[in-house]
């Protein structure tokens, strides 16, 4: 599994895991929505699957569930601010479109 966390990225996964110390790490992965078709997922993991992948990454670990590996494998999890807003930005190469509002995205 190759998926790179920006320093900003593990900062505020860190923050997050340090304030929750029962989770087993960082999920993410995609689920099916929106108006290009996936969308990301990042969230707390409380359980870690059979079919789960792990990494660790800079002291975070990452979870990655099998059908979602093939869809986020390469991508660059970076986190931002702009103004008043923060968010984790994704920067996938087995993305081939995104929707105006940039919440979801196709693959080829």
């Not at 990452?62 to 931002?80: A, C, M, N, Y």
């Not at 807003?85 to 190469?93: L, R």
């Amino acid at each position: 599994m190759t998926i790179t966390i920006t320093p900003a990225a593990n900062e505020r996964m860190r923050h997050f895991l340090a304030n929750t110390p029962d989770a087993n790490g960082v999920r993410f992965g995609v689920k099916r929505t929106g108006c290009s078709g996936f969308a990301y997922v990042v969230d707390l993991a409380d359980e870690i699957g059979a079919d789960d992948q792990q990494v660790e990454i800079d002291g975070v670990r990452l979870i990655v569930d099998r059908k979602s590996l093939p869809l986020v494998e390469g991508t660059v999890i970076d986190f931002q601010r702009q103004g008043l807003n923060a968010s984790f930005v994704f920067h996938n190469p087995n993305a081939t479109g995104e929707c105006g509002c940039g919440e979801s995205f196709t693959v080829g």
